[in-house]
């Protein structure tokens, strides 16, 4: 006869291995079940940990015991403050209490891979060693989301919080605002750029030295993937600095206090001195030959560009312009981020480069062109778009007038492929030179599960 075998009677290695295959929801369940299930269930449950605002992290630290924060692996805090919580941080560059209790947090983040942090107000410099000691951590995103006139984020600060991270792979940089060090030219000059006074006791760093600038995270020998958004990217030295990393994915925004042109030469400067390494490349600004005046290399400026994604703000009347700008590329995909209300215009805009691509012959003209995405967006606070993007979809239906405009677009690929002038293939599974659409309406970014929200 043969025997049953409970689950107090399973070996821990077992009963770990039963948690690993449960979703969240399950495990949750699982670890009300006896204080034997619950302790097997807390790296699951700690794994993914979102802290809301200022008063949950404060919730979180005393309630939650220290030794659970080395299960966690993605780690995302925000130091905003809801209604009917505690005073919001000083605006002064201090921001002492908020440091502290982040620091006393990441103390004991021993395995932490990817970090998220909203913040409201600048940190205390001393939080910087606190970073030196997070070895397993990877990916760092650092989104300021407060009045950058009152509680300006220092470039200083942040950069030298990236540089302490041993392992630094990824960087993600959201409004960071330029130190009045860095950047006397703008001080009192019109458009009033935001700058940041006071941060000039910021410690040296051992690699960078004094040069707590932007362009320096290009020193960054681990560096491979960088995205920097809604920030004044008008430092020179971005032109010359040297770079020491290969970076393989850049995200370049544009500055809200600067105009078109400005941002657009600012995006070709930097190019101009990475992108000879750079094989996925996410536009906020049109791109005119001028890029590839500030190449610093002999070769072609972009000579691995394989992936290019146009961003919501990306001016749809530079579409056509801008990528016969980057035509000498190998690129093999395209992805297009548009509102819904820029549908008809975006399938304008392709058609009109599927023609010029018809017309010069595709062994002359994006050879490599295989694949066309169109997402469209409802808003920008839905999430991170192009290469840093999360990928979600839905199957929410476009409105009628959309909708035509995308089957008109389609129905005009598979007349070039009748008529011959491309040799465009019914599916991107098949290994051609040929461009398939997809037009796609995802759903915002889910967020993590965040069991410990308070």
């Known amino acids: 006869m043969a025997s049953t075998m409970t689950w107090n009677a399973l070996p821990v290695e077992m009963k770990l291995s039963v948690v690993d295959l449960l979703d969240f929801h399950n495990v ?6 006896n204080r034997e299930a619950y302790s097997y269930t807390v790296p699951s449950i700690f794994r993914h940990v979102k802290i809301p605002d200022y008063g949950a992290l404060h919730t979180y630290l005393s309630s939650v015991p220290k030794s ?13 403050n809801t209604v009917g919580q505690m ?3 000083s605006p002064s560059v201090d921001g002492r209490p908020v440091t502290d209790a982040l620091a006393e947090l990441l103390a004991h983040c021993s395995q932490v891979e990817q970090l998220t942090l909203d913040l409201a107000a600048s940190l205390h410099r001393s939080i910087i060693p606190v970073f030196r000691h997070l070895r397993s951590l990877t990916s760092l995103t650092i989104n300021h989301c407060g009045d950058e006139e009152r509680t300006p984020l220092s470039e200083r600060l942040v950069v030298a919080i990236a540089a302490s991270v041993p392992s630094l792979s990824q960087l993600s940089l959201d409004r960071i605002t330029r130190s009045a060090l860095h950047a006397p030219e703008l001080v009192g000059v019109y458009p009033f750029v935001p700058l940041v006074t006071g941060d000039e006791d910021i410690t040296d760093h051992p690699l960078l030295g004094s040069e707590l600038r932007l362009p320096s995270l290009l020193r960054l020998p681990t ?27 850049l995200d370049l925004g544009s500055c809200y206090h600067a105009s078109p042109d400005f941002n657009r030469e600012c995006t070709e400067r930097i190019m101009g001195n990475v992108g000879h390494t750079v094989g996925e490349f996410a536009l906020n600004t049109a791109l005119t030959p001028q890029t590839f005046q500030y190449a610093q290399h002999a070769e072609t400026p972009l000579k691995r560009l394989r992936k290019i994604h146009l961003t919501p703000l990306f001016p749809v009347e530079n579409v056509v312009d801008t990528l016969s700008t980057l035509s000498d590329s190998p690129v093999e995909q395209l992805s297009v981020q548009c509102y819904e209300d820029d549908v008809l215009d975006i399938c304008s805009a392709l058609s009109d480069f599927l023609s010029l691509r018809a017309e010069r012959g595709e062994q002359a003209f994006y050879k490599h062109l295989t694949e066309i995405t169109v997402k469209t967006v409802s808003d920008l606070a839905d999430g991170l778009y192009g290469p840093f993007a999360l990928d979600t979809k839905s199957s929410a239906a476009l409105p009628q007038e959309c909708a035509k405009a995308v089957r008109e677009l389609q129905d005009f690929l598979r007349d070039l492929r009748s008529a011959g002038e491309d040799r465009l293939t019914s599916g991107p599974a098949q290994s051609t030179s040929a461009a398939d659409v997809d037009i796609e309406k995802p759903s915002p970014p889910q967020g993590d599960q965040t069991p410990t929200e308070a």
């Open 223 to 249: 560096l491979k993937r960088l995205r920097i958004r809604d920030t004044h990217l008008g430092d020179p030295q971005w032109s010359s600095a040297p770079v020491a990393c290969a970076l393989e994915v």
């Open 68 to 80: 659970h924060n080395q299960y966690i692996r993605r780690l995302h805090v925000c130091t905003t």
């Open 87 to 89: 005073a919001a941080p």
């Open 28 to 33: 949750k369940s699982l670890s009300l079940v």
